[in-house]
């Protein structure tokens, strides 16, 4: 499976981005998907996950950001409202076939990843 994602850009705080995440494959319904990120000098911390309809957020983005899908374009997306300086980061997608939803938040279980998309939020 390749991922192609998109949709990272500089913007100022309280803008929003959409962040697009492109499969190579139909996956939907057999992977586990998630949204991961890494800022300068941190480690990748996840972001949002999806598994067979449920959502999963981190509490630093909970109710500013939403994970979602469109299954005819083997797609996945990931809405960011109300942005903060600290949401800059490289974004990737991610996906794993057969996660389960106690590891939808490790970066060690997903098998495929994509290239990162930079956000860059001005304060």
């Known amino acids: 499976v390749q991922l192609q994602a998109s949709g990272g850009g500089l913007v100022q705080a309280g803008d929003s981005l959409r962040l697009s995440c492109a499969a190579s494959e139909r996956i939907f319904g057999r992977y586990g998907m998630g949204w991961f990120r890494q800022a300068p000098g941190k480690e990748r911390e996840f972001v949002s996950g999806?598994?067979?309809?449920?959502?999963y957020y981190a509490d630093s983005v909970k109710g500013r950001f939403t994970i979602s899908t469109n299954n005819a374009k083997n797609t996945m997306y990931l809405q960011m409202n109300s942005l903060k300086y600290e949401d800059t980061a490289v974004y990737y997608c991610a996906v794993a076939p057969g996660l389960i939803s106690s590891r939808v938040r490790e970066a060690s279980a997903y098998n495929y990843w994509g290239q990162g998309t930079l956000v860059t939020v001005s304060s």
């Open positions: 999806w598994k067979r309809g449920d959502t």
